[in-house]
């Protein structure tokens, strides 16, 4: 598996491992008229279309399986699609991503639908801390609100020499 930058020439990969993602897993917990409603909009190839100059990839012998789309302080958007999850590339790009936005941020946030207990458990297994709730304005959904601090890190020991 190798992580990229995604090119323009991945927009359409990447709103079909979205599409093909969000229908394996929102349909658990989002109505369906309320799901096909909002991707009949075409609201994923308006996202991707707007944004994947901010996009990573995952990919797979020339094959792009998931998508990470960061904003600022924010992990946006996180997907894998179906066929490969439980394989560690959700995991290897949530890292990617978390040293990037580290670089600039001691603080990333994200959300996630409060429903999608799958990803909430995900993030959380990883660090991540409930911040608070909110309501998707697209979906009239209640999303959780996560955060993460950046890592603390160890002041070097010093070391002596014998003379």
Not at 5 to 11: L, Q, Y
Not at 97 to 112: K, M, N, P, Q, W
Not at 138 to 150: I, M, N, R, V
Request: charged content about 25%.
């Amino acid at each position: 598996m190798t992580i990229r930058p995604a090119r323009a020439g991945d927009r359409g990969a990447l709103a079909a491992v979205v599409v093909a993602a969000i229908r394996a897993s929102f349909a658990a917990f989002l109505p369906a008229d309320t799901l096909e409603r909002w991707l009949a909009d075409d609201a994923v190839g308006k996202y991707v279309a707007s944004r994947w100059e901010s996009c990573r990839v995952a990919e797979e012998a020339g094959e792009v399986v998931a998508c990470c789309f960061t904003d600022g302080d924010l992990l946006d958007l996180l997907m894998v699609h179906p066929a490969r999850q439980g394989r560690g590339i959700g995991g290897a790009l949530l890292a990617d991503a978390e040293d990037r936005l580290f670089g600039a941020h001691t603080v990333i946030r994200l959300e996630s639908f409060a429903a999608n207990t799958a990803a909430n458990r995900f993030y959380e297994a990883r660090g991540w801390r409930a911040a608070g709730r909110t309501t998707d304005a697209d979906t009239g959904a209640e999303t959780a609100l996560f955060t993460k601090a950046a890592p603390a890190t160890a002041p070097r020991a010093a070391t002596r020499r014998s003379s």
